[in-house]
């Protein structure tokens, strides 16, 4: 079955609606771009709606992914909750934190809050040694 979903990313402004089938396995799923409702500032300037999905698909992408990378690479930062549906999620200690923003660029800006020079150095490798990393993202 074809669903249509309506995306509203934390990334940016823009909500876009894309078709996707119920009948392919996620790890095949495709998602195709149906219509883009609001095209936000920084993606103003794509005209192709393929194109701004992309963009928009690989911006968040890169933070989610990049998030998690933080997280499994300073596991004394973290600790796991149980959430109220009874689902375990990782989050940050007490006095530690990671807020995200993006550029005028759109390059990924990361502010560590709490982390000494060890963990510091810990984030940095993790774009200094991955190619979807490398020159797009910035530790702030
Ligand atoms: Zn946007």
Same mark, same amino acid.
């Given at each position: ?54 963009? #928009?698909?690989? %911006? +968040? ?10 997280? /499994?690479?300073?596991? &004394? !930062? =973290? ?11 990782? #989050?940050?200690? %007490? +006095? ?10 759109? /390059?990924?800006?990361? &502010? !560590? =809050? ?27």
């Amino acid at each position: 079955m074809i669903k249509t979903t309506t995306w509203k990313p934390d990334t940016c402004d823009c909500i876009i609606e894309y078709e996707w089938d119920t009948d392919t396995s996620s790890s095949e799923r495709v998602h195709t771009i149906k219509n883009i409702i609001k095209k936000c500032d920084a993606h103003n300037n794509i005209i192709n709606k393929t194109d701004c999905f992309d963009n #928009v698909m690989d %911006e +968040n992408t890169r933070k989610n992914i990049f998030i998690e990378e933080i997280k /499994k690479a300073v596991p &004394e !930062l =973290i600790e796991e909750i149980t959430q109220e549906d009874g689902s375990k999620k990782k #989050v940050f200690k %007490e +006095n530690y934190d990671c807020k995200w923003t993006f550029d005028v660029d759109r /390059k990924l800006e990361i &502010e !560590l =809050i709490g982390f000494d020079e060890t963990a510091k150095n810990k984030v940095e490798n993790i774009i200094l040694s991955d190619a979807k990393f490398l020159d797009k993202v910035n530790i702030k």
